[in-house]
């Protein structure tokens, strides 16, 4: 039974992540990076592997309120605004989803507190969702989208500089910033 649970689980994931990326096909596969990139995080954070899952699985859904926000509105900012809080009102009532609801609710806060829905600062932002602002800021910066151009590896690492303390959680920054060079040179 334990694993038909985890199948169904990672195989209903997969179906999500398809819909996220068909609503976003200018972001296609962006969803899956992010993850891969909050992993390198928390692999070097030493967490259980049960909190490299539940942060594997956040960062994978973390955009998954766009599939309630009709394409027409995508450019309308007061709607994009919300797709964190109507992602986590889908995934709340599914229990095996329940504990990355918050992480998916707050990935848009900034470490100053100028961030979105709540405006939480610091260390009053879940760990899962630092760590995901972290990785959705690299991968954007990085990735050909119709609307931009991807900035360079090394120009994105500054850009995570600068804004480690404002939009970013410092600490979190440095310990991006030593794995994912080391892995990028690899």
Known sequence: FIEDQKNY???LTEILLEAID???SDKRGHSKRVA???NI???ALNMSEDAQKKFYFAALLHDIGFLKIHSSDFFNKAELMQHPVV???MIKPINFYADIAPIILHHHERYDGH???ARLKGDEIPLGARIISIAEAFDVMTSAMSYKIPVRFEDAL???RQNAGTQFDPDLVKIFLENITHKHTQ
């Open 9 to 11: 689980e990672i195989h």
């Open 22 to 24: 068909s609503q976003l």
């Open 36 to 38: 891969q990139y909050s």
């Open 41 to 43: 995080i928390a692999k």
């Open 87 to 89: 992602g986590y009102e």
């Open 115 to 117: 961030g979105y829905p």
């Open 158 to 160: 500054d850009e995570l």
